[in-house]
């Protein structure tokens, strides 16, 4: 036998260890994009953006509540603290959602992930709930601190801290809402390139387009109009479902609802739906590559 016809034992040996299947695959591809979302296990400039908007919005809750100890006063309640930071919401979105697509797609790792178990409905799964969670938590752990400050310095004692935990359980819902919607978009429109650049540019170009168009619509002469305008926006859209779920006769950004409160909350509600689907079909249809 020639030396080239050799077989050579280099040890390589079967895996007889426990294999974990999709939940666990799930759980550690959610786990890791919950850690990206904060930069958890990247460089120190991965880190610089996400907890510099989540330092501003720490600091202003810090201050809401330092206010609300010493004065008493309340600037802002929990839902108005939301729309309030929107637009730091939507930058840490259009950040975040490339990172946890786009860069799968440049590196070219989709296909390694859609090999057994995984499967295009976990990938999806996961991606849509570390980035819900990371937006959740971006909104409710300053409204956990300026319930912290109004609890402690209440004058009623505990039926004073269960009166202001019953205003921030709906904060919290009214954020979970932002979270959900917000991170749909995000995710859609990141999946579609896999420059992180593009994909960001297009999640802030989406919410700079459609808040002109409800300014116009507002100033029309029809009431009908002016209650409708706040569906071109997500903005709007969420803020209007807010103000529906609370009873308020116009939302927290001056545009009012009328009747129409159903209207926003089944618009949100198949927007959320549809970028779910549409996100699933994208890559099932990379999966059966």
């Known amino acids: 036998m020639s030396e080239a016809g050799v077989i050579h034992d280099i040890g390589y040996q079967r895996y007889e260890g426990v294999r974990l299947g999709r939940g666990a695959a799930l759980l550690a591809l959610y786990v890791h994009g919950l850690r990206a979302a904060f930069g958890f296990g990247r460089s120190a400039k991965a880190k610089i953006f996400p907890w510099l908007v989540a330092g501003i919005m720490l600091l ?4 809401l509540a330092a206010v609300r100890s010493q004065l008493n006063q309340v600037i802002f309640t929990y839902t108005q603290f939301d729309d309030q930071m929107a637009w730091l919401i939507i930058f840490f979105v259009a950040i975040l959602a490339p990172e946890l697509m786009s860069r ?3 590196s070219g790792t ?6 057994r ?6 990938y999806v799964t996961a991606k849509y709930l570390a980035m819900a969670s990371a937006v959740w938590l971006l909104l409710g752990i300053p409204q956990l601190i300026m319930f912290l400050g109004a609890a402690f310095t209440t004058d009623d004692g505990a039926k004073g801290v269960w009166n202001e935990f019953l205003d921030l359980a709906p904060g919290w819902g009214y954020s979970l809402l932002w979270a959900l919607l917000f991170s749909g978009i995000g ?26 168009v409800v300014g ?23 803020s209007g479902v807010g103000t529906w779920i609370s009873g308020s006769a116009d939302d927290e950004m001056g545009i009012p609802i009328g009747d129409f409160g159903p209207v926003y909350a089944i618009e949100a509600f198949c927007l959320i739906a549809a970028c779910l689907l549409l996100l699933l079909a994208r890559y099932r249809k990379v999966a059966s590559l």
């Open 216 to 238: 116009v619509l507002s100033i029309l002469t029809s009431s009908t109009a002016n209650h409708l305008a706040g569906l071109a926006s997500p903005m709007t859209l969420v």
């Open 187 to 212: 995710l859609l429109i990141a999946s579609l390139t896999g420059k992180r650049a593009f994909a960001a540019g297009g999640i802030v170009a989406v919410f700079l387009l459609t808040t002109p």
């Open 110 to 115: 989709l296909p390694l992930y859609f090999s």
């Open 60 to 63: 202003v809750a810090v201050i």
């Open 117 to 122: 178990p995984l499967r295009a409905a976990d």
């Open 104 to 106: 799968d797609i440049k």
